[in-house]
């Protein structure tokens, strides 16, 4: 007679998952501000302030000008806080499915744009003789159109280099494309019976 084979009497499977590294943890994340785009948002919050600081002690600071200005060293200095934030926490990690590097990217070419805008207006007001405040928000505005147009290079490289792929986080000063790995063992027992 054939032999048939019978379904195992025993069938044990063990799954361990994979264990959760402090990278994906909320936590303070001090190589961020050792890399260059921590020190790129450092320097971010700088300008905005100076600018900030320019414009309100002016004469004009009520102008559309001044509320221009505002606006824009406002919320770079709010937006870049808060990114600083994110990075400092490792919250860019635990929230892995953010884009992170191209809404910067897109954060950063979009400010490049508005410090430029606001440094001609800047300019434009001091030279009507809105004073020497004008003339100095100008000039920042000015660098801070570099820096930002500096960083917006730095991650349009970095997204280039990187395929265009969109999901990335940030790790000891460099980003990296995350992945885990899951183990599974699986004992089985058969009885032969004769």
């Known amino acids: 007679m054939a032999s048939q ?3 195992p009497a025993q069938h044990t499977t063990t799954t361990s998952a994979p264990e959760q590294s402090d990278a994906n943890k909320i936590r303070f994340n001090k190589n961020y501000i050792k890399a260059i ?3 790129l948002k450092i320097v971010h919050l700088v300008v905005s302030i100076i600018v900030f ?9 009520r102008s559309s000008q001044a509320d221009w200005m505002s606006f824009v060293s406002m919320s770079a200095f ?13 919250l860019t990690r635990v929230l892995s499915l953010v884009p992170w590097l191209t809404v910067e990217l897109g954060y950063t070419f979009i400010w490049t744009f508005f410090w430029f ?3 001609c207006v800047a300019a434009a007001f001091a030279a009507q003789g809105a004073g020497d405040a004008f003339a100095a928000a100008s000039f920042f505005s000015y660098v801070g159109m570099c820096v930002f147009g500096f960083n917006a290079y730095y ?4 997204w280039r280099e990187s395929g265009n792929q969109i999901n990335f986080s940030f790790r ?4 990296n494309a995350t992945s885990t790995t899951a183990t599974t063992t699986t004992t089985t027992t058969t009885e032969h019976k004769y």
């Open 155 to 158: 991650f349009y490289k970095q």
């Open 78 to 90: 709010w937006t870049s806080l808060v990114l600083l934030f994110f990075w400092l926490i490792n």
């Open 5 to 7: 084979q019978q379904f």
């Open 53 to 61: 600081i320019c414009t309100m002690v002016s004469d004009y600071n």
């Open 37 to 39: 785009e921590g020190r």
């Open 172 to 175: 000891s000063g460099t980003r």
């Open 117 to 119: 805008v606001a440094g």
